[in-house]
């Protein structure tokens, strides 16, 4: 069972609180320090990740009139010698999900549009365009690996979940950003590299079915679960990038080619995944039980997190039509001589 180390820096006349705290919350060990020249106390709680939240949640409600002079720093657990045994009536595993600050501070730097952002997004779709266009998939998952896509979509579902305006904000921005420099890149390799057949690889990217439906929702689900429980964000990074970033080169590369009628296709199968790996990954949110400490903010994210999954399944509903009737790209083959 993975645990923490939960320090807390707070006024003198707050230890006995915080001891009550950590033994309601069956915490291993609690060590608190004696008052300093400011009159601070430092208390040490250590105890199993799937406790920390709501730890925390007491903690902040019993100490949250004096933000300013209290705070909280959760330090992982390597190990432990002599390892804590498991109590004897405590025989079910427990959730090991990370804690709402955790994730909220991990996603929070994945919805900045930095240099770092702006250069990879780049790169990752120039890699992807020249991998497209060669036919090359060793190239294409090379350019999913540096792709940047994952932080800002997940940001914008966590925000979504919690009613968090701010950040949504910022995973819109950083999306809209991702998305532009893509298409604009692409369209120039399309626009100085065009093809009179288009490869293989390409011309995948404009096949949309409800096959797609589910790569794009197993992508979301698992860019959540990676993001909770600890698993690898770099391999569930490159299972996200394969449900945005090659059809999102391969609308660039048609639309600068001219090719209206294979856009149209990827154009719709980047539109498909996006809605899905959004809407999948805000439900995965939700269903872990993440949501905010005070009852204001928990209505206030239900509303959020109503609203946005409305928007989510009513444009999921008008693609799956779309794709029902899209008959795929309209291809130009030579002229074939007349056998009699």
Known sequence: MPHRLVEIVAPAGHGDTLRAIADNHDAIETWISDPDANERITAWILM????VQRCLDVVQTALGGEEKKWRAVLIPVDAIVPNPSSKEGDQKQKS?????????NQ?????????????LAFLSTVVASIGLLQNNVAVVIGAMVI?????????????SALGHRGLMGDALKTNAVGVTIALGASFIIGLLLRQETPSQELMSRTVVGYDSIALALASGAAAVLSLTTGLSATLVGVMVAVALLPPTAALGIFLGAGNYSAALGAGILLAVNVVCVNLSAQIVFWSQGLRPRTW???????????????????????????INFYEGPVLQLPDLPIIP
């Open 48 to 51: 199993e990740k799937s406790n």
């Open 147 to 159: 792709a940047p896509l994952l932080g800002p979509n997940l940001a914008l579902a966590f925000a």
């Open 96 to 104: 090991a999900r990370a804690t709402r600050e955790e994730i909220f």
């Open 296 to 322: 204001l903010e928990k209505q206030s994210a239900k509303q959020s997190a109503i609203l946005t999954m409305s928007v989510w399944i009513i444009l999921l509903l008008v693609l799956s039509v779309a």
């Open 107 to 119: 996603v929070q730097r994945g919805a900045r549009p930095d240099r770092t952002y702006v250069i």
